[in-house]
């Protein structure tokens, strides 16, 4: 599968943006998917995670309450709806996907990542 975010860009704190992760393939709902980020200097760390069906999610204690991720597997692509923005979530945003892999973990296959910044 391959993975291509998209979204992201420069806001103020509190504002809202939604990332997209389109898919290749017929086969997305099959994987797990999963959204992680980088900051500058710091190591990746994950965001959130979806089952298959979306029916299950897990989040980083830091986006709780105000990130949530969502998949559409009709259209092949992962969301993750971001409010209340602050400026410690910017960082380059990543989607990834695993066929066993669920929550924080080594996905197999990762997009390229879209930039987020949040200005204070």
């Known amino acids: 599968v391959q993975l291509q975010a998209s979204g992201g860009g420069l806001v103020q704190a509190g504002d809202s943006l939604r990332l997209s992760c389109a898919a290749s393939g017929r086969t997305f709902s099959r994987y797990f998917m999963g959204w992680f980020r980088r900051a500058p200097g710091k190591e990746r760390e994950f965001v959130a995670g979806i089952s298959q069906r979306g029916d299950t999610t897990i989040y980083a204690d830091s986006v709780k309450g105000r990130f949530t991720i969502s998949r559409d597997n009709a259209k092949s692509t992962l969301y993750l709806q971001m409010n209340s923005l602050k400026p410690a979530d910017t960082a380059v945003y990543y989607c990834?996907?695993?066929?066993?892999?669920?929550?924080?973990?080594?996905?197999?296959?990762w997009g390229r990542g879209t930039q987020v910044t949040v200005s204070s």
């Open positions: 990834a996907a695993d066929l066993m892999v669920y929550g924080p973990g080594n996905y197999a296959h």
